[in-house]
């Protein structure tokens, strides 16, 4: 005859209500951590996300600023196609040049057999947020009307864009250039982006870069030789070639 286990030896082997209570808090625990370390994996991530992005926007724009400053040409004949225009006066700084750019240049597959463009950087607000835009069009294919110039956004969140010119006369930096018909010796420029979550940027955040600017305007007179050229050179040839 099998003996069933009495009523008191069953109720031994059954979870009392605070082993009960305390494995549900251990439970917690256990998803309440699990989830704050994910949470904090989350954020790192994009956290380093953003860095790169930010890491990423800023070589494009710099590399644009450099090679269209670097790469720049001005002819005095043709000064209302070539003229370099600056704005300094703003929050924000803009310039505007005539440019020889590479095929490797940004928007240029848009402009195949063109390599001779303005370009315009300004930075402009939209949807509450500053973006550093830059415009190119050919010079050699004027717009028509209501057309406007191939604009991309080279960066966002833009907190600080400035222009100094290295003035030969005064031997020193200047806030502004005048001259349209002429490119100063250098340009230093400071760009900044502010981070997120932050309302300006951090001096120690903000890009400063000084472009040397090899080219020198080409005179209305090399362009168009005098009259009087041919006949000097003429006159220049042995007496056996006359």
């Given amino acids: 005859m099998r003996v069933l286990p009495s009523v008191a030896s069953r109720s031994k082997r059954a979870f009392t209500l605070l082993e009960i209570m305390l494995a549900i808090g ?4 256990l998803i309440v951590a699990i989830y704050a370390s994910w949470s904090a994996i989350l954020r790192s991530s994009q956290v380093g996300l953003d860095a790169a992005i ?3 926007r800023v070589r494009v724009s710099t590399r644009a600023i450099e090679e269209s400053i670097k790469s720049a040409v001005i002819f005095e004949l043709n000064l209302p196609y070539y003229s370099f225009l600056t704005d300094t006066e703003s929050d924000f700084a803009a310039f505007s040049l005539v440019s020889r750019l590479s095929e490797s240049f940004p928007g240029s597959g848009l402009f195949y057999d063109q390599p001779m463009r303005r370009v315009t950087f300004t930075v402009e607000r939209t949807n509450r947020v500053n973006q550093l835009v830059m415009r190119q069009h050919p010079i050699l294919a004027p717009l028509e009307n209501g057309e406007e110039p191939y604009a991309l956004v080279l960066a966002e969140n833009i ?10 006369q005064l031997n020193d930096w200047a806030p502004e250039w005048i001259y349209t018909n002429q490119f100063p010796a250098m340009i230093r420029y400071s760009l900044g982006l502010i981070p997120p979550d932050e309302t300006k940027v951090p001096e120690e955040h903000v890009l400063r870069r000084i472009v040397h600017v090899p080219a020198a305007t080409v005179r209305a007179g090399w362009q168009r030789p005098a009259a009087g050229g041919a006949a000097a050179r003429s006159s220049a040839l042995p007496n056996n070639r006359r």
């Fill in 54 to 56: 930010e890491a990423h």
């Fill in 26 to 29: 251990i439970l917690s625990g």
């Fill in 159 to 168: 907190g600080v864009f400035g222009l100094e010119f290295w003035d030969g």
